[in-house]
């Protein structure tokens, strides 16, 4: 039941992604970001805060739409009926509790790195039942692929790849919502694949080293969307190698 909102291989990324203090600009975009979270006393709080519309906060309220089925050990959950302390079936760890939801609306238009950018996975994309039904993720969505083009390079099998990079126009497209949509990303106590519409997807996580990519005020900024983090280190490492989320267009994937 959900309750009223407001509406491995080496563990480490490939690269380091930057984000850039926000600007001074008054006309900087806005937007409106949702957490929730469970208490030390198991009550369920939640909050919304106002911050720039940059990718480091994006991309932790924006991987999965309304509706998306994630795996529970009590059966498959939508998304936005799951609550912190609800466990995740995991592929490399017993089942892990769910101790953060974040959540925000994007709307149509917009432009640069603001703008609306979805992907649609359409189904048996990748084999049968992967994923189950059409997908829809966001710009924050990493999908555990094994793109042909990287194993050299990157010495692994499995990469956590952005979902917007697996646009080939045959079985994912990039594309621009005509209303608005609400994405969600699921934070647990380490950094691990789980599994959404019968595709393996990770939780979320900033990324190794992230805080060395910020200045003070907006790494203390983006702990305070996360009451359980305290220091950067807390989000553990990674649990596979990843691709950031502005790598190019298109990968080919096995």
Same mark, same amino acid.
């Given at each position: 039941m959900s309750i009223p909102r407001f509406t491995a291989h080496p563990s480490r990324d490939v690269t380091a992604q930057a984000v850039s203090a926000p600007s001074r600009d008054i006309s900087l975009q806005q937007r409106r970001y949702r957490s929730l979270w469970q208490t030390s006393d198991g009550q369920i709080q939640e909050a919304e805060q106002?911050?720039?519309?940059?990718?480091?906060?994006?991309?932790?309220?924006?991987?999965?739409?309304? $509706?998306?089925?994630?795996?529970?050990?009590?059966?498959?959950?939508?998304?936005?009926?799951?609550?912190?302390?609800?466990?995740?079936?995991?592929?490399?760890?017993?089942?892990?509790?769910?101790?953060?939801i974040g959540s925000m609306t994007l709307m149509p238009g917009g432009d640069g790195h603001n703008a609306a950018r979805l992907t649609r996975i359409m189904a048996d994309a990748f084999g049968i039942s992967r994923p189950m039904a059409d997908f829809m993720v966001g710009p924050g969505a990493r999908?555990?692929?094994r793109p042909r083009n990287l194993r050299a390079s990157t010495g692994t099998d499995q990469v956590l790849t952005p979902a917007h990079?697996?646009?080939?126009?045959?079985?994912?497209?990039?594309?621009?919502?005509?209303?608005?949509?609400?994405?969600?990303?699921?934070?647990?106590?380490?950094?691990?694949?789980?599994?959404?519409?019968?595709?393996?997807?990770?939780?979320?996580?900033? $990324?190794?080293?992230?805080?060395?990519q910020v200045g003070p005020n907006m790494?203390?900024?983006?702990?305070?969307?996360?009451?359980?983090?305290?220091?950067?280190?807390?989000?553990?490492?990674?649990?596979?190698?990843?691709?950031?989320?502005?790598?190019?267009?298109?990968?080919?994937?096995?």
């Open positions: 106002v911050a720039p519309a940059l990718p480091l906060f994006d991309a932790a309220h924006s991987a999965f739409a309304h $509706g998306t089925l994630i795996a529970t050990t009590r059966g498959p959950v939508a998304v936005e009926d799951l609550l912190p302390g609800d466990c995740l079936t995991t592929t490399a760890h017993s089942a892990l509790p769910l101790l953060w999908i555990l692929t990079a697996l646009a080939d126009g045959q079985h994912a497209f990039t594309i621009a919502p005509t209303r608005a949509v609400t994405l969600y990303h699921l934070c647990l106590r380490r950094h691990a694949v789980i599994t959404a519409n019968g595709l393996e997807v990770e939780s979320f996580h900033p $990324g190794a080293n992230f805080e060395r790494l203390i900024r983006f702990l305070s969307f996360f009451p359980h983090i305290h220091e950067p280190h807390q989000f553990g490492p990674v649990c596979h190698m990843r691709l950031p989320l502005d790598a190019p267009d298109t990968l080919e994937v096995a």
